[in-house]
Protein backbone atom coordinates (compact mmCIF):
# COMPACT_ATOMS: atom_id res chain seq x y z
CA UNK A 1 0.00 0.00 0.00
CA UNK A 2 1.63 3.54 -0.95
CA UNK A 3 0.15 6.77 0.56
CA UNK A 4 -0.08 10.23 -1.82
CA UNK A 5 -1.47 13.54 -1.76
CA UNK A 6 -3.33 15.33 -4.05
CA UNK A 7 -6.32 17.69 -5.03
CA UNK A 8 -9.97 16.39 -5.85
CA UNK A 9 -10.81 17.41 -8.88
CA UNK A 10 -13.92 15.84 -9.46
CA UNK A 11 -16.40 13.85 -7.33
CA UNK A 12 -19.57 11.89 -8.70
CA UNK A 13 -21.79 9.11 -6.99
CA UNK A 14 -19.33 8.70 -4.41
CA UNK A 15 -16.22 8.91 -6.39
CA UNK A 16 -13.40 11.26 -6.39
CA UNK A 17 -10.86 11.90 -8.93
CA UNK A 18 -7.78 12.46 -7.59
CA UNK A 19 -4.82 14.92 -9.52
CA UNK A 20 -1.21 13.46 -7.94
CA UNK A 21 2.25 14.33 -8.58
CA UNK A 22 3.42 13.81 -12.27
CA UNK A 23 -0.36 14.33 -13.92
CA UNK A 24 -1.69 11.40 -12.63
CA UNK A 25 -5.28 10.89 -11.80
CA UNK A 26 -6.29 8.40 -9.23
CA UNK A 27 -10.44 7.17 -8.74
CA UNK A 28 -11.12 6.76 -5.01
CA UNK A 29 -13.46 6.06 -2.97
CA UNK A 30 -13.99 7.63 0.51
CA UNK A 31 -13.65 5.92 3.92
CA UNK A 32 -16.88 5.77 5.92
CA UNK A 33 -16.23 8.37 8.08
CA UNK A 34 -15.24 10.93 5.84
CA UNK A 35 -18.46 10.56 4.52
CA UNK A 36 -20.22 11.73 7.00
CA UNK A 37 -20.75 15.29 8.73
CA UNK A 38 -18.80 17.45 5.84
CA UNK A 39 -17.96 15.18 3.21
CA UNK A 40 -14.81 15.98 0.92
CA UNK A 41 -15.25 19.04 -1.98
CA UNK A 42 -13.97 19.27 -5.42
CA UNK A 43 -10.93 21.50 -4.75
CA UNK A 44 -10.15 19.63 -1.47
CA UNK A 45 -6.67 18.56 -0.97
CA UNK A 46 -6.56 14.50 0.66
CA UNK A 47 -4.18 12.01 1.20
CA UNK A 48 -5.28 8.80 -0.72
CA UNK A 49 -3.90 5.37 -0.75
CA UNK A 50 -3.48 3.12 -3.93
CA UNK A 51 -3.32 -0.45 -3.55
CA UNK A 52 -4.10 -3.09 -6.52
CA UNK A 53 -5.31 -0.68 -8.67
CA UNK A 54 -7.77 0.74 -6.36
CA UNK A 55 -7.64 3.85 -4.63
CA UNK A 56 -8.98 5.08 -1.05
CA UNK A 57 -8.95 8.61 0.30
CA UNK A 58 -8.05 8.41 3.68
CA UNK A 59 -7.90 12.18 5.15
CA UNK A 60 -8.86 15.57 3.93
CA UNK A 61 -6.42 18.08 4.74
CA UNK A 62 -6.95 21.80 6.37
CA UNK A 63 -9.38 24.00 3.69
CA UNK A 64 -9.14 27.87 3.48
CA UNK A 65 -12.47 27.89 2.36
CA UNK A 66 -15.57 26.35 1.50
CA UNK A 67 -18.88 26.74 -0.45
CA UNK A 68 -22.29 24.53 -0.02
CA UNK A 69 -23.58 25.26 -3.08
CA UNK A 70 -22.04 24.38 -5.66
CA UNK A 71 -19.61 21.98 -3.15
CA UNK A 72 -16.41 23.06 -3.74
CA UNK A 73 -13.44 24.26 -1.65
CA UNK A 74 -10.26 25.95 -1.47
CA UNK A 75 -10.87 28.78 -4.00
CA UNK A 76 -8.39 31.37 -4.84
CA UNK A 77 -10.44 34.01 -7.27
CA UNK A 78 -14.03 34.19 -8.45
CA UNK A 79 -14.51 34.69 -11.72
CA UNK A 80 -17.81 36.43 -12.20
CA UNK A 81 -19.30 36.16 -16.03
CA UNK A 82 -21.84 39.59 -17.07
CA UNK A 83 -22.83 40.53 -19.90
CA UNK A 84 -25.27 43.46 -20.81
CA UNK A 85 -27.06 41.23 -23.74
CA UNK A 86 -28.84 38.05 -24.36
CA UNK A 87 -28.88 37.76 -21.54
CA UNK A 88 -28.54 40.86 -19.19
CA UNK A 89 -26.84 40.79 -16.19
CA UNK A 90 -28.61 42.51 -13.16
CA UNK A 91 -25.45 44.39 -11.15
CA UNK A 92 -27.48 43.32 -7.52
CA UNK A 93 -26.50 39.42 -8.84
CA UNK A 94 -22.81 40.18 -9.20
CA UNK A 95 -23.16 41.79 -6.10
CA UNK A 96 -24.57 39.40 -3.87
CA UNK A 97 -21.83 36.94 -5.24
CA UNK A 98 -18.97 39.23 -4.77
CA UNK A 99 -20.30 39.44 -1.00
CA UNK A 100 -20.61 36.20 -0.92
CA UNK A 101 -16.66 35.55 -2.27
CA UNK A 102 -15.32 38.72 0.05
CA UNK A 103 -17.17 36.74 3.29
CA UNK A 104 -14.87 34.10 2.38
CA UNK A 105 -11.55 36.37 1.51
CA UNK A 106 -11.89 35.18 -2.35
CA UNK A 107 -10.35 37.16 -4.83
CA UNK A 108 -12.97 38.84 -7.12
CA UNK A 109 -12.59 39.20 -10.65
CA UNK A 110 -15.09 40.33 -13.30
CA UNK A 111 -15.30 39.49 -16.79
CA UNK A 112 -17.92 41.18 -18.49
CA UNK A 113 -18.31 38.68 -21.66
CA UNK A 114 -19.65 39.10 -25.37
CA UNK A 115 -18.41 42.48 -25.51
CA UNK A 116 -18.50 42.15 -29.44
CA UNK A 117 -22.08 42.44 -29.46
CA UNK A 118 -22.51 44.86 -26.71
CA UNK A 119 -19.50 46.35 -24.41
CA UNK A 120 -21.41 46.84 -21.44
CA UNK A 121 -20.09 50.04 -20.52
CA UNK A 122 -21.73 51.03 -17.74
CA UNK A 123 -21.08 47.38 -15.63
CA UNK A 124 -17.46 48.26 -16.65
CA UNK A 125 -17.83 51.65 -14.95
CA UNK A 126 -19.42 50.47 -11.97
CA UNK A 127 -16.76 47.92 -10.76
CA UNK A 128 -13.92 49.65 -11.93
CA UNK A 129 -15.28 52.30 -9.53
CA UNK A 130 -15.83 49.88 -7.11
CA UNK A 131 -12.34 48.84 -7.17
CA UNK A 132 -12.52 45.41 -9.00
CA UNK A 133 -10.62 44.23 -11.03
CA UNK A 134 -12.81 43.77 -14.83
CA UNK A 135 -11.69 42.15 -17.90
CA UNK A 136 -13.62 42.87 -21.35
CA UNK A 137 -14.09 40.42 -23.10
CA UNK A 138 -15.37 37.97 -25.75
CA UNK A 139 -15.56 34.16 -26.06
CA UNK A 140 -16.38 34.68 -30.02
CA UNK A 141 -13.70 37.08 -31.31
CA UNK A 142 -11.20 36.21 -28.30
CA UNK A 143 -10.86 39.74 -27.09
CA UNK A 144 -9.54 39.66 -23.52
CA UNK A 145 -8.86 35.34 -23.41
CA UNK A 146 -4.99 36.16 -23.16
CA UNK A 147 -5.61 38.93 -20.35
CA UNK A 148 -7.90 36.39 -18.03
CA UNK A 149 -5.74 33.58 -18.99
CA UNK A 150 -2.76 35.45 -17.21
CA UNK A 151 -4.95 36.39 -13.78
CA UNK A 152 -5.57 32.53 -13.47
CA UNK A 153 -2.47 31.31 -13.81
CA UNK A 154 -1.23 29.73 -10.56
CA UNK A 155 -4.58 29.69 -8.70
CA UNK A 156 -8.05 27.65 -8.48
CA UNK A 157 -10.21 30.04 -9.83
CA UNK A 158 -14.37 29.41 -9.95
CA UNK A 159 -16.71 30.67 -12.97
CA UNK A 160 -19.89 31.70 -12.50
CA UNK A 161 -22.86 33.60 -14.06
CA UNK A 162 -25.77 33.74 -14.91
CA UNK A 163 -26.98 30.85 -17.37
CA UNK A 164 -26.41 31.50 -21.17
CA UNK A 165 -23.56 34.66 -20.09
CA UNK A 166 -20.62 32.52 -21.75
CA UNK A 167 -18.82 30.44 -19.22
CA UNK A 168 -18.20 27.04 -21.14
CA UNK A 169 -17.55 29.22 -23.78
CA UNK A 170 -14.96 30.72 -22.77
CA UNK A 171 -13.47 27.56 -21.40
CA UNK A 172 -13.51 25.96 -24.79
CA UNK A 173 -11.49 29.54 -25.97
CA UNK A 174 -8.89 29.29 -22.72
CA UNK A 175 -8.69 25.33 -23.40
CA UNK A 176 -10.31 24.14 -27.09
CA UNK A 177 -9.66 20.40 -26.21
CA UNK A 178 -12.33 20.51 -23.48
CA UNK A 179 -14.94 21.13 -25.95
CA UNK A 180 -17.30 21.70 -23.09
CA UNK A 181 -21.04 21.76 -24.09
CA UNK A 182 -22.69 25.15 -24.57
CA UNK A 183 -25.94 25.99 -23.93
CA UNK A 184 -28.37 28.22 -26.63
CA UNK A 185 -29.67 31.24 -25.61
CA UNK A 186 -33.52 31.70 -25.88
CA UNK A 187 -33.70 34.93 -27.76
CA UNK A 188 -37.53 35.31 -26.15
CA UNK A 189 -36.41 34.56 -22.43
CA UNK A 190 -33.03 35.90 -22.57
CA UNK A 191 -31.72 33.32 -20.35
CA UNK A 192 -29.73 29.86 -20.99
CA UNK A 193 -29.84 26.17 -20.04
CA UNK A 194 -27.51 25.30 -17.86
CA UNK A 195 -24.93 22.93 -19.28
CA UNK A 196 -23.08 21.83 -16.05
CA UNK A 197 -24.18 19.11 -14.28
CA UNK A 198 -21.54 19.10 -11.27
CA UNK A 199 -18.11 20.43 -10.51
CA UNK A 200 -15.45 19.73 -11.84
CA UNK A 201 -11.99 21.28 -12.25
CA UNK A 202 -10.40 21.84 -15.59
CA UNK A 203 -6.30 21.86 -15.54
CA UNK A 204 -5.56 24.77 -18.00
CA UNK A 205 -1.45 25.01 -17.41
CA UNK A 206 0.71 27.41 -15.72
CA UNK A 207 -0.79 26.18 -12.59
CA UNK A 208 -4.54 27.06 -13.03
CA UNK A 209 -7.44 25.10 -12.40
CA UNK A 210 -10.92 26.11 -13.03
CA UNK A 211 -14.07 25.21 -11.27
CA UNK A 212 -16.93 25.26 -13.78
CA UNK A 213 -20.23 25.99 -11.86
CA UNK A 214 -24.02 26.36 -12.39
CA UNK A 215 -25.15 29.86 -13.00
CA UNK A 216 -26.35 32.62 -10.39
CA UNK A 217 -29.57 30.88 -9.44
CA UNK A 218 -27.33 27.54 -7.79
CA UNK A 219 -24.43 29.56 -6.70
CA UNK A 220 -24.44 29.42 -2.94
CA UNK A 221 -27.88 31.53 -2.83
CA UNK A 222 -28.48 30.41 0.65
CA UNK A 223 -25.41 31.39 2.36
CA UNK A 224 -26.48 34.75 1.47
CA UNK A 225 -28.53 35.35 3.92
CA UNK A 226 -25.79 33.39 6.65
CA UNK A 227 -23.74 36.88 6.06
CA UNK A 228 -25.02 39.03 9.39
CA UNK A 229 -26.05 42.16 8.85
CA UNK A 230 -23.84 43.59 11.04
CA UNK A 231 -20.86 42.22 9.48
CA UNK A 232 -22.21 42.95 5.34
CA UNK A 233 -20.99 46.46 5.34
CA UNK A 234 -17.13 44.04 5.42
CA UNK A 235 -18.06 42.19 2.26
CA UNK A 236 -18.18 45.67 -0.01
CA UNK A 237 -14.36 46.60 0.18
CA UNK A 238 -15.65 49.77 -1.60
CA UNK A 239 -17.21 50.95 1.77
CA UNK A 240 -14.09 50.12 3.54
CA UNK A 241 -12.80 54.31 3.15
CA UNK A 242 -15.63 55.01 5.19
CA UNK A 243 -16.38 52.69 8.01
CA UNK A 244 -15.28 53.69 11.36
CA UNK A 245 -16.18 57.20 10.67
CA UNK A 246 -19.61 57.64 11.01
CA UNK A 247 -21.39 59.60 13.59
CA UNK A 248 -22.12 56.49 15.29
CA UNK A 249 -20.42 53.15 16.34
CA UNK A 250 -23.51 51.00 15.00
CA UNK A 251 -24.24 52.70 11.80
CA UNK A 252 -26.16 50.41 10.21
CA UNK A 253 -25.55 53.10 6.73
CA UNK A 254 -29.28 53.58 5.95
CA UNK A 255 -31.03 56.22 7.53
CA UNK A 256 -28.78 57.43 10.22
CA UNK A 257 -27.34 60.67 10.06
CA UNK A 258 -23.60 61.42 10.18
CA UNK A 259 -23.47 58.15 7.70
CA UNK A 260 -20.18 58.68 5.93
CA UNK A 261 -20.93 55.83 3.52
CA UNK A 262 -24.01 57.55 2.45
CA UNK A 263 -21.98 60.37 2.09
CA UNK A 264 -19.73 58.83 -0.18
CA UNK A 265 -22.94 57.83 -2.26
CA UNK A 266 -24.10 61.42 -2.65
CA UNK A 267 -20.54 62.07 -3.57
CA UNK A 268 -20.15 59.77 -6.34
CA UNK A 269 -17.49 57.64 -3.82
CA UNK A 270 -19.50 54.91 -3.78
CA UNK A 271 -21.65 53.95 -6.50
CA UNK A 272 -25.24 54.20 -6.12
CA UNK A 273 -26.05 50.32 -7.50
CA UNK A 274 -23.30 49.23 -5.15
CA UNK A 275 -24.88 50.60 -2.00
CA UNK A 276 -28.59 49.45 -3.47
CA UNK A 277 -27.49 46.09 -3.32
CA UNK A 278 -26.09 46.75 -0.13
CA UNK A 279 -29.64 48.00 0.93
CA UNK A 280 -31.34 44.82 -0.53
CA UNK A 281 -29.12 42.33 1.26
CA UNK A 282 -29.39 44.29 4.85
CA UNK A 283 -33.27 43.73 4.61
CA UNK A 284 -33.03 40.34 3.67
CA UNK A 285 -30.66 39.45 6.36
CA UNK A 286 -32.55 41.76 8.67
CA UNK A 287 -36.22 39.77 7.32
CA UNK A 288 -33.78 36.21 8.35
CA UNK A 289 -33.09 37.42 11.61
CA UNK A 290 -36.76 37.97 12.27
CA UNK A 291 -37.84 34.65 11.21
CA UNK A 292 -35.23 32.58 12.99
CA UNK A 293 -36.46 34.43 16.10
Known sequence: MSKRTG?????????YDVAIAGGEVVTCRARGILRRGSPPLTGDFVEISTEGGKGMLEKVLPRKNAFVRPAV???????IFAAN?????????????AA??????????????????????????????????????????GEGVQQLRGRVAGKLSAFTGNSGVGKSSMLNRLC????????EVSEK?????????HVELFALGDGAYIADTPGFSSFDTDR????????????????APYLGACRFRDC??????????RAAVEAGGIQPSRYESYLRMYAAAEAERAYDR
Request: charged share 20%; proline share 7%; hydrophobic share 45%.
Open 100 to 141: IAAEQEVEVLLCVNKCDLDPALDLVKIYTAAGFPVISASAET
Open 189 to 197: LGRGRHTTR
Open 252 to 261: AHRAEPGCRV
Open 73 to 79: ANIDMMV
Open 7 to 15: RIVRSLSGF
Open 224 to 239: MEAILKENLQYAFPDF
Open 176 to 183: PQLNLPVG
Open 85 to 97: TNPVTEPFLIDRV
